[in-house]
């Protein structure tokens, strides 16, 4: 690796980025240049590893505007072998402060895919390498309009009371099952999303429901339609008999409003709730493997 060379991007470079093609195009991912238009991505928090002035390794940290946390490490490429990566990354940590957390965004499916197993593993390798560790899958899904199911009419779907009545049914649910956007709240925000909610999406409850059973509240989801793009961000439940019909009706509070797509995240290992996604007439989209420094909460 002696003519290798690692460094920050510096201002006027950012085609320096773009010069590696993209390894994974069929991704949704925020364009290097539209990240640098708007502020996250910056060229000091990008790093490049240079093989003959050809860029085998890139690394792009990102903090969006006014955030309150550290940045992460959203799109790391190489093409080149995983311990030239990790000296990206050691190199990289060195300047900014120390690792943090890394969201590898995959296509659905990875693991069963040889084809991205091909390109995945180097940068994976890498990180683990450079001292981060797997921490856990997200999956991100998405349903495009296909007919939901038929409610049973067992339940009664309404909004909340107020505010109190949001907060303390959260305060009841010890794992909820869909939390579209907690990396983002907890990097922007400082906010945890699965016990408070309403300090990332605000105060308005339009957007709210409660499922009801018996008189007794079963379940609640909070919706986003004025977010990036619709979606589900925030759903649990107190009995989970109620997940199907929670599930359509925050999909319909979201289709009234005019939504044609509706996005929700769900841990992998949710099998069950991934399973009532499905059935809703979600589909996966890509997943996020989150890697962190040994001793990170996260």
């Given at each position: ?146 007919p939901l199911p038929a409610s049973s009419g067992r ?83 107190l009995d989970e008999a109620a997940r199907p019909e ?53």
């Amino acid at each position: 690796m002696t003519d290798l060379v690692i460094r920050p991007l510096v201002a006027g470079e950012e085609n320096l980025f773009d010069s590696m093609p993209d390894p994974l195009p069929q991704l949704r991912q925020v364009a290097y240049a539209d990240g640098i238009a708007g502020g996250g991505y910056r060229p000091e928090n990008t790093w490049v590893a240079l093989r003959a002035d050809r860029v085998v390794g890139r690394a792009a940290w990102v903090l969006p505007p006014g955030a309150i946390g550290a940045p992460w490490l959203e799109r790391f490429d190489l093409d080149a072998e995983p311990e030239v990566g990790a000296e990206l990354l050691r190199a990289a940590h060195e300047a900014l402060g120390g690792p943090g957390l890394y969201y590898a965004a995959l296509p659905a499916h990875w693991r069963r895919r040889p084809e991205v197993l091909a390109v995945v593993r180097a940068p994976m390798e890498a990180a683990r390498l450079a001292g981060l560790v797997e921490r856990g899958e997200r999956l991100r899904c998405s349903w495009t309009g296909t007919p939901l199911p038929a409610s049973s009419g067992r339940y009664e779907f309404r909004r909340p009371v107020d505010v109190a009545e949001i907060n303390a049914l959260v305060a009841r649910i010890a794992e909820p099952d869909v939390l579209t956007g907690v990396e983002n709240a907890r990097a922007v925000g400082g906010v945890d999303l699965a016990t408070d909610p309403l300090a990332w999406l605000g105060d308005a409850t339009e957007e709210w429901r409660v499922a009801v059973d018996a008189g007794k509240p079963v379940g609640l989801a909070g919706t986003a339609g004025d977010a990036c793009f619709p979606l589900i961000a925030y759903l649990g439940l107190l009995d989970e008999a109620a997940r199907p019909e929670l599930l359509a009706e925050a999909v319909r509070v979201l289709a009234a409003d005019g939504a044609r797509e509706v996005t929700a995240d769900v841990d992998a290992h949710r099998v069950a709730v991934l399973a009532e996604l499905e059935r809703t007439g979600f589909r996966q989209l890509r997943c996020r493997v989150v890697f962190a420094p040994p001793n990170s909460p996260e």
